[in-house]
């Protein structure tokens, strides 16, 4: 079990650029979460998978967010024309089919849009 | 999702129990609490989550009111590692998703 890893951890663009970040589940995972993360708050919920389905999006998610579990495995979410309030710690967690109450985070990627 | 009321922050010496508590008294019958705890430049972590009767695992025991209208989070020896966010959330794990609504939390503070 190596836990749920993304990348990168660090990113750093410029107001209207384009940015993706990946999340790997630990294996065997089937549902997937994003998170979204501001300085001295709670994780905010974004989106949600079972397996390769896309179950539940917050109102949080905008139009120019989009999240893809392809397969089932690993997760890509993709921010398009960023702006300075994307600016937080995006976080991915995911859970087993049998133990629905415990979620396991990654280290999470740190967006700055400047 | 029924909402949580929790300090801003506590304080507690290294090697004493901590008691976190947890207010929910808008909490519905299928609503389990769960606790979870975020560690400095860290994702949170499962700490621990019960539905009626009180939990102990490895980490820490959780004490529920017999109303359901509150709940303790208790760490029996709080070490300098325990130093963290601790977020007590209100979930219905029977709907879809399962996705936690994470308050502010309380920062724990862990004096040696």
């Known amino acids: 079990d190596t836990g749920v890893s993304q990348d990168p951890r660090h990113k750093i663009t410029k107001r209207g650029q384009n940015v993706t970040f990946r999340c790997d589940p630990i294996s065997e995972h089937n549902r997937l979460y994003w998170y979204r993360q501001t300085l001295g708050q709670g994780p905010e919920f974004l989106t949600y998978?079972?397996?390769?389905?896309?179950?539940?999006k917050s109102r949080l998610l905008s139009d120019r967010f989009s999240a893809e579990r392809p397969k089932g495995s690993f997760s890509t979410l993709e921010i398009q024309r960023t702006e300075q309030g994307d600016s937080a710690m995006y976080l991915c967690a995911s859970s087993p089919r049998d133990r629905v109450h415990e979620q396991y985070f990654g280290p999470g990627t740190r967006l700055t849009v400047t | 999702d029924a909402k949580t009321t929790q300090p801003n922050s506590m304080e507690s010496n290294e090697e004493e129990p901590v008691h976190l508590p947890c207010n929910h008294s808008t909490i519905s019958g299928t609503d389990y609490i769960h606790w979870y705890r975020q560690l400095p430049s860290q994702g949170p972590e499962y700490v621990i989550h019960g539905l009626t009767s009180n939990v102990n695992n490895r980490m820490a025991s959780l004490a529920i009111a017999e109303d359901r209208k509150s709940s303790t989070l208790i760490l029996h020896r709080a070490t300098l590692r325990d130093a963290a966010v601790y977020y007590c959330i209100l979930r219905d794990v029977r709907l879809t998703g399962n996705q936690f609504y994470f308050g502010t939390g309380t920062s724990l503070t862990v004096i040696p």
């Open positions: 998978f079972q397996n390769e389905a896309q179950l539940e």
